[in-house]
């Protein structure tokens, strides 16, 4: 089945400290395991993503942790900011169903000053 | 380097009716897709196009179609709409499949 979970729905988070997003999957697959960032308002934006023969991949204040064998994956923001507050989707793909996404229900970041 | 733009960006329907929402991809990419995002949802796939061509279709009505132009603009249709279809309808251009995605900001779709 082509299902990706998410939790939690919603975090609070205050400044400066680690928030930290966890998604699961099914489908062995999926090849492609981005993370989009949306605020109010606005479209997805990609933020980072990773594929499963990586196990973490890190680009400034995010990284990615990837466990092929439980079939997990989590997006970690390290020194969080206001400005960080967002809503965050994990999302999965497999280059054969083309560029189609399966996304995660989502996680309502707040990040307290 | 332009985005994605879509119009318009807010939109009210009555139950029953036709809407078309469009779609500007950014420069240089002639791939296609939209989803559908409920409130407090993810996206939902709803089909792509690629080179003017339906080329991948997810768990959506045949009510819901679309069109790619030869710039590789788009356009998404839903028929007889339904109160469920309320929705943030959201187009995203790529360059080649796969690759990755650059999502405009959306159609608020709301059906009354």
């Known amino acids: 089945q082509q299902q990706v979970k998410q939790s939690p729905q919603s975090l609070i988070v205050q400044k400066g400290g680690i928030s930290i997003i966890n998604c699961a999957y099914e489908?062995?697959?999926?090849?492609?395991f981005p993370w989009y960032q949306q605020f109010p308002g606005k479209g997805p934006a990609l933020l980072i993503a990773?594929?499963?023969?990586?196990s973490e991949k890190k680009e400034g204040r995010f990284t990615i942790s990837f466990n092929k064998s439980a079939k997990q994956f989590s997006l970690h923001i390290m020194d969080s900011q206001p400005g960080d507050s967002a809503t965050y989707f994990c999302a999965a793909r497999t280059e054969n169903a083309g560029n189609m996404l399966t996304f995660g229900g989502g996680t309502r970041l707040m990040v307290k000053p | 380097e332009t985005g994605v733009t879509q119009s318009p960006t807010h939109l009210i329907k009555t139950r029953g009716q036709q809407v078309t929402l469009r779609c500007s991809s950014q420069?240089?990419?002639?791939?296609v897709s939209w989803y559908q995002q409920a409130l407090g949802q993810g996206p939902q796939f709803i089909f792509q196009y690629y080179r003017e061509e339906e080329n991948g279709r997810g768990n959506f009505p045949p009510r819901f179609s679309g069109l790619q132009f030869p710039n590789y603009s788009s356009e998404l249709n839903v028929n007889a709409l339904e109160l469920d279809d309320s929705a943030l309808y959201l187009c995203?251009?790529?360059?080649?499949?796969?690759?990755?995605?650059?999502f405009g900001s959306g159609t608020r779709l709301t059906v009354v």
């Open positions: 995203a251009s790529s360059l080649e499949v796969p690759g990755g995605y650059t």
């Open positions: 990773i594929r499963p023969d990586v």
């Open positions: 420069s240089g990419h002639n791939t």
């Open positions: 489908n062995t697959a999926f090849d492609y």
